[in-house]
């Protein structure tokens, strides 16, 4: 079966999703994710946009946050700060998906700097809604290419909390929640007693020794390593023809 590793992401985020789950979705492969997880096995999940937009049932990819698709046939539309303050901070918020240009070893979120603040080698786009999404949703999945750039031992900067230095540090804080999942191209990591990344599962044709030559410090390995399943013809199906079919997120290379 012929599959690009973008859509060996957003299927393997799709089937973590359940039925009646609240997500607050971003654009790009969180969309197509939360899309596939609706069509075909959750059906009743919630989509919320950051823009306002709460059960959101989009006729067509989104361009941003705030394109006008979102709005037809949502169940409601409000403003920002309603969706931050009702939503999130009263914790009805199952699941976060989050981007960024660097992920740690104990899931914190870097999308302020590369280099030091004072004098970063780039400068980026910086947080939006991200830390009061990985502060206060119940949990956090992440997509990210798997690169030793993008998952250092240290971010350069903590844009968003993870387990800051582990769970201790971030209960001792009063946050609840916090990362849950991250999924890249070459396979699954969660987290362990402590808060520390660890690889559930390599995607097929991957290797562990590639994965771990492609993280910025000693990940460990779980005992029970698993492959994970490959998109299936209708899941590849439904985002080729429906979801993403000019290949806006999905283009790329064949795996």
């Given at each position: 079966?012929?599959?690009?590793?973008?859509?060996m992401?957003?299927v393997t985020?799709?089937?973590?999703?359940?039925?009646?789950?609240?997500?607050f979705?971003?654009?790009g492969m969180?969309?197509l994710?939360?899309?596939?997880?609706?069509?075909?096995?959750?059906?009743?999940v919630?989509?919320?946009?950051?823009?306002?937009?709460?059960?959101?049932?989009?006729?067509?990819?989104?361009?941003?946050?705030?394109?006008?698709?979102?709005?037809?046939?949502a169940?409601?539309?409000c403003?920002?700060?309603?969706?931050?303050?009702?939503?999130?901070?009263?914790?009805?918020?199952?699941i976060?998906?989050?981007?960024?240009?660097?992920v740690?070893?104990?899931?914190?979120l870097?999308?302020?700097v590369?280099?030091?603040?004072?004098?970063?080698k780039?400068r980026l786009?910086g947080?939006?809604?991200?830390?009061?999404?990985?502060c206060?949703a119940?949990?956090?999945?992440?997509?990210i290419?798997?690169?030793?750039?993008?998952?250092?031992e240290?971010?350069?900067?903590i844009?968003?909390p993870?387990?800051?230095?582990?769970?201790?540090?971030?209960?001792?804080?009063?946050?609840e929640?916090?990362?849950?999942?991250?999924i890249?191209?070459?396979?699954?990591?969660?987290?362990d007693?402590?808060?520390?990344?660890?690889?559930?599962?390599?995607?097929?044709?991957?290797?562990?020794?590639?994965?771990?030559?492609?993280?910025?410090?000693a990940l460990?390995?779980?005992s029970?390593?698993?492959?994970?399943?490959?998109?299936?013809?209708e899941?590849?199906?439904?985002?080729?023809?429906e979801?993403?079919p000019?290949?806006?997120?999905?283009?790329?290379?064949?795996v």
């Amino acid at each position: 079966m012929n599959y690009t590793s973008a859509e060996m992401m957003v299927v393997t985020a799709a089937r973590m999703l359940k039925n009646g789950d609240r997500v607050f979705v971003g654009i790009g492969m969180p969309n197509l994710a939360v899309n596939l997880a609706k069509r075909l096995h959750a059906p009743d999940v919630h989509m919320i946009f950051e823009a306002g937009v709460i059960g959101a049932k989009p006729s067509r990819l989104p361009l941003s946050i705030g394109d006008p698709c979102l709005v037809t046939g949502a169940g409601s539309v409000c403003s920002m700060f309603d969706v931050f303050a009702f939503y999130l901070q009263r914790g009805l918020i199952d699941i976060g998906f989050l981007g960024a240009a660097q992920v740690d070893r104990f899931g914190n979120l870097n999308s302020t700097v590369i280099g030091s603040y004072e004098r970063p080698k780039a400068r980026l786009a910086g947080s939006g809604g991200a830390c009061d999404i990985a502060c206060l949703a119940k949990k956090v999945f992440v997509l990210i290419p798997h690169e030793k750039r993008r998952l250092p031992e240290k971010v350069d900067f903590i844009t968003s909390p993870g387990f800051l230095g582990g769970r201790a540090e971030r209960s001792s804080l009063g946050l609840e929640g916090g990362p849950d999942t991250v999924i890249t191209n070459k396979g699954v990591l969660r987290y362990d007693e402590t808060g520390e990344m660890i690889l559930t599962s390599i995607h097929p044709g991957v290797t562990v020794d590639e994965v771990l030559a492609s993280t910025g410090w000693a990940l460990k390995v779980s005992s029970t390593l698993e492959i994970t399943p490959e998109p299936n013809d209708e899941e590849l199906r439904i985002l080729r023809e429906e979801l993403d079919p000019t290949g806006v997120y999905l283009g790329g290379a064949v795996v």
